[in-house]
């Protein structure tokens, strides 16, 4: 079925069928991924997974028979749940978005100086959407909702230059959206569903959103059924970019899928460990025979009397439970390494001392194949944002850069997080500049130190010329002025 001439019959139910029939299949449904994620809804803390104890005990009294009265009561267990799932997708996170992405004009040759326009104009773009920290949110929804989207559109400067601007709006599941991507036999995105609901007083009312690369179509449920939403107008609105502006992620399975099963045996485990503290922890007097008085509370060279023959000693485990502490040690060992995640606490790393910068990076190598692993789906979801952006200055923003828009290949860069060993990249920077093979201007440009390369370089450009200028009047001799005394003081 053709989804233009399904929007132009207006055909809701097909459309609904098309959409739904293409949606991407998932290895986790996201009601599980999602009581994953969360750690109150931990198959721990669910009652008809881990049950709670029934017990037996003695209530002191006897029947007409004789015989000993019992009631059974419930006792709760311990439920430890730990939110190992929350820590692999904030580790990814912070490995991966740390350092903000970097846009990178790949043929300035081609592009010129207007190409490096272009990428100041969609760095100024984002940073005006805040990016640099919704990058973060749809890389967390990504990773346990296992989709999101991000929709790009155009608001109107109604008091400055450029007229038009552009924003977003990220919409994934656990906000109520339905997202239903539609692909062609290539894997262009020929289309794009969100379906969603909106309060009017007590009434809920359904939306479907529908766009193209020519128009947007806004269904909506009224009492009749679907029909095209007559408060918006024009309905369907144009798309005067003639492009979906629409970037959909999604991922197969949850980051931490692959360590699901071990993380919940270690929960068990965890949990099982905290019962048995809690009948052993505490001095458990056993006692054979018959007790015939007991000490009064606080009552000093405190004794129990028993009759002949009777014993009395303290419950405590046969042995220290090694095989168990074994087994914590192993699964989260392999939690960390299975999901390539490094364990970076303090316990681990007060030890570790001043590690030099390659040392650093063989201790997170791990983490950072991680990161560039992901490049896969986020980089390519960041890829098609600055296509998207770039299309819209070109087209409507500041049309000047409509040529260069589709001749510049501008590429977002992910750069893996790693603790800085300033003071040895100094010294290397150092060595560089003795050695002649890089320039001052380079190394000051790479100084993490310095936050304005620019001014810095002016900077000491005017310390160096002031210092030739005071040598000159100790020496009692009138300094030259102008550029051609700068040059030579530069030269020197």
């Known amino acids: 079925m053709d989804i233009k001439k399904l929007l132009q019959k207006q055909d809701i139910e097909q459309i609904k069928k098309l959409l739904t029939d293409s949606r991407p299949s998932f290895e986790v449904q996201r009601e599980d991924a999602m ?17 709670d104890k029934q017990i037996t005990k003695d209530t002191g009294t006897f029947d007409a028979e004789g015989n000993p009265v019992t009631q059974t009561s419930t006792v709760a267990v311990a439920r430890v749940a730990i939110p190992f799932q929350k820590l692999i997708v904030e580790r990814r996170i912070g490995f991966m978005l740390s350092i903000p992405v970097e846009l990178e004009l790949k043929n300035e040759n081609v592009a010129g100086d207007k190409g490096n326009d272009l990428v100041s104009m969609i760095d100024d773009i984002q940073d005006r959407n805040k990016m640099e920290y919704k990058n973060k949110e749809i890389a967390r929804r990504l990773m346990s909702e296992m989709e999101v989207a991000e929709a790009w559109y155009v608001v109107e400067n109604k008091l400055k230059e450029p007229k038009y601007d552009l924003r977003v709006s990220i919409f994934s599941p656990e906000q109520g959206d339905t997202l239903y991507p539609l692909f062609d036999g290539t894997g262009d995105m020929i289309a794009f569903g969100r379906e969603y609901k909106t ?32 408060e918006q107008t024009p309905n369907p ?14 991922q197969p399975y949850p980051e931490w899928n692959d360590v699901q099963s071990m993380i919940d ?22 006692v054979s025979g018959e007790v015939q008085g007991y000490a009064s509370k606080g009552e000093q060279g405190k004794i129990i009397q028993l009759t002949e023959g009777s014993e009395a000693d303290y419950l405590a485990l046969a042995s220290e439970p090694s095989s168990i502490k074994m087994e914590l040690e192993n699964l989260q060992n392999f939690i960390y390494a299975m999901s390539q995640t490094p364990d970076i606490t303090f316990e681990r790393l007060r030890g570790v001392g001043n590690l030099s910068g390659v040392a650093l990076e063989l201790m997170f190598m791990d983490a950072h194949m991680a990161v560039h692993g992901k490049e896969e789906i986020f980089g390519i979801g960041l890829q098609r944002r600055v296509n998207i952006l770039k299309n819209a200055i070109g087209k409507l923003i500041d049309t000047s850069f409509a040529d260069v828009s589709e ?4 590429v977002p860069k992910l750069t893996p997080y790693i603790p800085a060993a300033f003071s040895e990249l100094l010294q290397n920077l150092q060595l560089s500049i003795d050695a002649g093979i890089m320039s001052k201007e380079t190394a000051i440009k790479l100084n993490p130190y310095v936050k304005d390369p620019e001014s810095e370089i002016d900077l000491i450009e005017g310390e160096e010329n002031m210092g030739a200028i005071d040598l000159y009047q100790k020496a009692g001799i009138t300094a030259p002025s102008g550029d051609d005394f700068s040059t030579k003081i530069k030269t020197k």
């Open 35 to 51: 009581k994953q994620y969360k750690v109150d809804d931990h198959d721990i803390n669910d009652a008809s997974i881990r049950k």
């Open 199 to 230: 309060k009017s007083g007590d009434k809920s009312i359904e939306h479907l959103d529908v766009s193209t690369a020519e128009a947007e179509y806004r269904f909506v449920k009224g009492d009749t059924g679907w029909a095209l939403d007559k």
């Open 237 to 250: 609105i144009p798309n005067q970019f003639q492009k979906i502006m629409i970037v959909y992620y999604q």
């Open 265 to 286: 045996r270690l929960e068990t485990i965890i949990s099982n460990h905290a019962d048995m503290n809690d009948y052993y922890g505490s001095p458990m007097l056993k």
């Open 407 to 410: 001749k510049a290949l501008i």
